[in-house]
Every structure is written in C-alpha cells, then in structure tokens.
C-alpha cells in the first residue's frame, strides 16, 4: 500500500512569514499532484510535477519534485491570509487513468 | 478548462431513503470518473474508480450495492447511496480525469450529504 505522509499536520503562521511543507512517501510516483481545498468545496489542482528534481513557481508557492520521485516540497514566500486552506498532495504510479494516492493533508492557517 | 460539476451541492433526506448525485466534466471528455468521501479535518478516501461504459471498481471496504456508481457517458457518472444511514452522512467528491496534460484529476465542488 502506498502512503503519502504530509508535514506539519497543522501550520498557523503570522502573514508575511513563509512556510515549508513536505510530503513524503516510500514509492515511487510518476507523478505528483497539489491541490488546495477550502472549507466546504472540492480541492483545486495547483500544479503538476513529472520530473525528478523538477521545480515549479506558480507566484509565492514553489513546488519541487525530489530527484527519487518519492518526496515533493511546497514553500510559500510571504504568506498571506488568501493562502489559508487544506493543501493535499497526491501521487499516480502511472501516467493515464490511474487513481491518485493522496498525503494526509496539510492545514494552513495565516493570521493577518 | 476542466470544469467539474455536481448536483446537489447540499442535500437532506431521511434514513432509508435514497439519494442520486450527480458529476459531470463540463468542457472535456472524462474516460474515468472517481467518487470520494470526505470526513471532518480529514483527506480524501477513494471509494470507486468509473470509467464509462463499464462496472466501477470499489476500494476495499466499500459496498458496491449501497454506493451504485453508473458512468453512462463521457461527460457524466451518478453516485447513488441507496438505503442512507446517518453514518452515511459524509461530503462526496467526484473527479474525472483526461482534461489535462498528464491526466490530472479535476475536483467537483462536492456534495455535503445529511441523513437524518
């Protein structure tokens, strides 16, 4: 069974201060994904990484892919308040069809 | 692009009732279609994996005669819990895959089921 552990569990930082967070596994994924979810919606594909080593800017959030394939880091550059929600990543084993398996979840929280 | 609905985003019935939701791809073609359940502060649990014209596949631990899952087309697949319970009460996700690069999955909104 493959598992996807996510680090911190919970994070409640000030604005303006940055933030890692990782997600770790033992297998190897062809792919991996992060989403973010708010409260009460579905989660929001935020970015898609394929390539060991691949790294990934999309405004303040940077996404890296470690060079196993195994692991993938999200840091976020000053945090803001629009930045709270549920950060999920999900890894597929294989390209096309394939079900993802999904990190425990990250929750952010940013203080004004 | 990649737009996934659902319907109903909310809905309340009484035990032992049943309750059909609804997803569809609105501007791609979703060879498969994928239904979780949610829990409170937790991450997503697959349940079953559609693809369309074929029986779903269930996750172990799932029953596939309480959660009827239909694809009919390429553009829509129906969860139906059937016989609801209030342990059943849960948010239901969809999400359909072939609407990008590396077939990513695409979310619903989710549907938050209350059985009384």
């Known amino acids: 069974t493959q598992l996807l552990e996510q680090s911190p569990q919970f994070l409640s930082i000030q604005e303006g201060e940055n933030l890692t967070v990782y997600c770790n596994s033992s297998?190897?994924?062809?792919?991996l994904q992060w989403y973010r979810q708010e409260p009460g919606e579905g989660p929001v594909l935020l970015v898609t990484v394929v390539t060991g080593g691949e790294v990934k800017k999309l405004k303040r959030l940077t996404f890296q892919f470690g060079d196993a394939r195994k692991d993938s880091s999200l840091h976020i550059t000053a945090a803001q308040p629009g930045d709270t929600g549920l950060y999920l990543c999900?890894?597929?084993?294989?390209?096309?069809?394939?079900?993802?398996?999904f990190g425990t979840g990250t929750r952010l929280t940013i203080i004004p | 692009g990649a737009v996934v609905s659902q319907h109903p985003s909310r809905v309340i019935c009484k035990s032992g009732t049943s309750v059909k939701i609804e997803c569809r791809s609105l501007?791609?073609?979703?060879?498969?279609m994928f239904w979780y359940r949610q829990f409170p502060k937790q991450s997503l649990m697959l349940m079953a994996t559609?693809?369309?014209?074929?029986?779903?596949?269930?996750e172990q631990g799932v029953e596939k005669d309480k959660f009827l899952i239909n694809h009919a087309s390429l553009t829509l697949s129906t969860l139906t819990v059937t016989s609801a319970h209030p342990e059943d009460s849960s948010f239901y996700i969809c999400?359909?895959?072939?609407?990008?690069?590396?077939?990513?999955?695409?979310f619903g909104p989710g549907t938050r089921l209350t059985v009384l």
């Open positions: 297998s190897v994924f062809s792919s």
């Open positions: 999400s359909a895959s072939g609407g990008g690069s590396y077939n990513e999955q695409f």
């Open positions: 999900a890894g597929a084993s294989n390209f096309g069809n394939e079900k993802l398996t």
């Open positions: 501007d791609f073609q979703a060879t498969t």
């Open positions: 559609s693809n369309e014209g074929s029986k779903a596949t269930y």
